[in-house]
């Protein structure tokens, strides 16, 4: 199972990017997928997370900024962030709760990281 994340880059305060996620390999299932973010000397923390029926959590810091989505046919989970500001640089990670047969667990699958940066 692999999670390729794309779309990271550098962006002057106000801009946007666009975060992609594809789920590649041999899986049964796909639950929640979501983002998760990390900048230097913080901790990883949450920044939204959407479910199988598209049910979707956000981080206070983000909301009405950032728009998570899912394409269910393509395994693929995306990230529209808008009006970014410099407290939003680091490196975001996508993650998804899998099935990687029918008869095992759900277990969270990890993404490699792509880099935000924002100027101001």
């Known amino acids: 199972v692999q999670l390729q994340a794309s779309g990271g880059g550098l962006v002057q305060a106000g801009g946007s990017l666009r975060l992609s996620c594809a789920a590649s390999?041999?899986?049964?299932?796909?639950?929640?997928m979501g983002w998760y973010r990390q900048a230097p000397g913080r901790q990883r923390e949450l920044v939204a997370t959407?479910?199988?029926?598209?049910?979707?959590e956000y981080s206070d810091s983000v909301k009405g900024r950032f728009t998570i989505s899912r394409d269910g046919a393509k395994d693929t989970v995306y990230l529209q962030m808008n009006s970014l500001n410099f407290e939003d640089t680091g490196a975001y990670y996508c993650?998804?709760?899998?099935?990687?047969?029918?008869?095992?667990?759900?277990?969270?699958?990890w993404g490699q990281g792509t880099q935000v940066t924002v100027s101001s």
């Open positions: 959407i479910t199988k029926s598209g049910s979707t």
């Open positions: 993650y998804a709760r899998m099935k990687v047969w029918v008869g095992s667990r759900f277990e969270d699958y």
């Open positions: 390999g041999s899986f049964f299932s796909v639950d929640a």
